[in-house]
């Protein structure tokens, strides 16, 4: 596929300095480019390896200019990065029909313009919309409702009642509609809570490899609208999360806590049960919250407290070597004053 540097400066509302009838054929990064490539830069000694290389136009942000290389200039480079992709390479959706080795429940309603992999399983009752795709070993629990443009990787598995808005997508091997885990102690056993809620996951969410997203105890859980989540993070049941949240790698939710919109969780946190995350909320790596959050509220560290204080704690911690040294000598001339007092 080719483009014009002045075709792809219209689709990104972007500036051309040079030549713009010099044709694309690639994006690339600075290390791999070729002639007839798109790269990008948004800081200088991006943009100094981005000149000497072989592509023949660079996306920039900042006022760069350069006599070697047409540019394209835009507001932000890494933006318009994720609006070009799309454009070189177009993601492939598999042709629209029903695999013979799909098992598929009679009264299953199936658009005609989805696709069913091989080894697919179709519950009773369940829908999926046109354009929608389960690509291999998929099993679809009954009453799940999928609707349009979604994208199952092989071996999602959507347990009964989830319901699944447009454009979503979700990687290899997670688990939607999953048991919470609930439990009561009655007499000396661990008694199994039935979990009758389900799973509805809004719009434009995309969900990671190997994730665990547990049906309501009683009720839903709930994934908002626009809302990403990485690999290997275990939602538990009764979790709402909010619209245009970030959830990274290994992330772990305890039941009925509530995100607000556009909440941030990095990787390896843990998050205690009932608790409510306000909106824009941030949580450091490898935290532990364990109380609220207030809206725009940053925490770190095991218990997870507000950021400055928590940085305060570690500087404190790191000078505690220096502060002990300092502590045996007071302790050294205290005890030889004893001595020549007594």
Request: charged residues 20%; hydrophobic residues 40%.
């Amino acid at each position: 596929m080719s483009f014009t540097v002045s075709e792809i400066a219209e689709r990104v509302r972007g500036e051309v300095a040079g030549d713009g009838s010099v044709r694309l054929t690639g994006f690339s990064t600075t290390e791999n480019a070729r002639s007839g490539d798109l790269t990008f830069a948004d800081k200088e000694d991006f943009f100094l390896a981005a000149e000497a290389s072989a592509a023949s136009a660079i996306l920039v942000s900042g006022d760069f200019t350069s006599a070697a290389k047409v540019l394209i200039r835009v507001r932000n480079a890494r933006i318009a990065v994720a609006r070009l992709l799309p454009l070189f390479y177009p993601p492939e959706r598999p042709l629209p029909g029903i695999d013979p080795g799909a098992r598929i429940a009679v009264s299953a309603q199936i658009d005609p313009m989805a696709h069913i992999g091989p080894g697919c399983v179709i519950g009773e009752g369940v829908q999926i919309g046109t354009r929608s795709a389960l690509l291999g070993g998929n099993h679809i629990g009954k009453g799940s409702r999928i609707a349009e443009d979604v994208l199952l990787f092989p071996n999602v598995v959507i347990y009964t009642e989830t319901v699944i808005g447009n454009r979503v997508t979700i990687h290899a091997g997670t688990t939607v509609g999953s048991d919470g885990y609930g439990y009561v102690f009655d007499e000396g056993r661990h008694r199994k809570v039935l979990q009758v809620g389900n799973v509805v996951i809004h719009d434009d969410v995309e969900i990671g490899a190997n994730c665990a997203i547990d049906r309501g105890a009683l009720g839903s859980t709930v994934i908002g609208a626009g809302t990403k989540i990485d690999n290997l993070v275990h939602v538990a049941h009764n979790v709402v999360i909010g619209a245009h949240c970030l959830i990274m790698g290994q992330v772990g939710f305890a039941g009925s806590t509530q995100l607000g919109d556009y909440t941030v969780i990095a990787s390896q946190s843990g998050i205690a049960g009932h608790l409510k995350l306000g909106k824009q909320a941030t949580v450091g790596a490898k935290s532990g919250v364990m109380r609220d959050i207030p809206d725009g509220g940053t925490v770190l560290g095991i218990p997870a407290a507000p950021d400055k204080q928590a940085k305060r704690q570690w500087v404190a911690v790191q000078q505690l070597p220096e502060m002990l040294r300092r502590v045996r000598e007071l302790e050294k001339r205290v005890d030889q004053l004893k001595v020549r007092s007594s």
